[in-house]
């Protein structure tokens, strides 16, 4: 158990450590607790509507499923992987557009967004009921 917890919060460091340092805003824990496991028809409920305030939101997401258990080792480094490659793709966007995103970007980001959010339900969903089953 001890080993379960050690890892779940080196990965949630880890991806603290990527935020801060992207400049990326941080949504409360307990805000992100709130929000029922099983209630997925809404995954933006509480989310902000700016893109770095919903990849936050989603970051905070993330570690909940992570230290409450219901994300598996191998869905949060899958989830984390597309959530630091999502950060690099706005950044990489905004940099070439001069700090604002065209509307075509900001579909294209919207959608990678929604993909992340729709990942992260269903890693929470169902992580744990088929880590049980192999």
Known sequence: MNR???AALAV????TAGASAAGQSHVSLAAVSTMGRGSAPDLRR?????????????????????LD????????????????????????LLSRDGGQLSQ????????????????IHWARANGVDRALRN
């Open 12 to 15: 949630c460091t880890l991806f």
């Open 4 to 6: 379960i917890v050690g």
């Open 46 to 66: 509480g989310a902000s509507e700016g893109m770095t305030e919903r990849l936050g939101w989603l970051d905070m997401r993330l570690k909940s499923g992570i």
């Open 69 to 92: 258990g219901s994300i598996t080792r191998s869905d949060a480094a899958r989830v984390g992987r597309m959530l630091r490659k999502t950060r690099a793709a706005q950044a990489r």
């Open 104 to 119: 075509k970007d900001s579909r294209y980001m919207q959608a990678r967004v929604d993909t992340l959010s729709t990942q």
